[in-house]
């Protein structure tokens, strides 16, 4: 996921449809019992998405479709501070 430090905006598209969400994209989500949350989606058959987090600390799960508030495709952010040259050390940044 891009990096976003606290108090930036995420801004996103609603998606209508389920069958618009694309596997590896990021979305924000908001589920019955987790609340908001920010995560690549994938689908994991008819009524399952798997929710994954770029940061290796939060293991992968599954959300059913019906517990699925709405759905936001990530499109940009708006970051309200400024970058420290602390958050680009060779240790914060990965390479794909």
């Known amino acids: 996921m891009p990096p976003h430090k606290d108090g930036s905006f995420i801004i996103g598209r609603y998606i209508e449809n389920l069958g618009d969400v694309t596997d ?3 979305y924000v989500l908001l589920t019955r019992n987790e609340g908001v949350v920010y995560k690549r989606l994938n689908k994991n058959g008819k009524n399952r998405l798997m929710l994954l ?3 290796a600390f939060y293991k992968p799960y599954e959300v059913k479709v ?4 709405e ?7 708006i970051a309200t501070s400024e970058f420290t040259p ?4 060779p240790q914060s940044i990965r390479l794909c």
Do not use: A, K, V
């Open 24 to 26: 590896g994209r990021t």
């Open 71 to 77: 759905i936001w495709e990530y499109t940009c952010s």
């Open 66 to 69: 019906s517990e699925i508030l």
């Open 53 to 55: 987090s770029d940061n």
């Open 86 to 89: 602390d958050d680009f050390s």
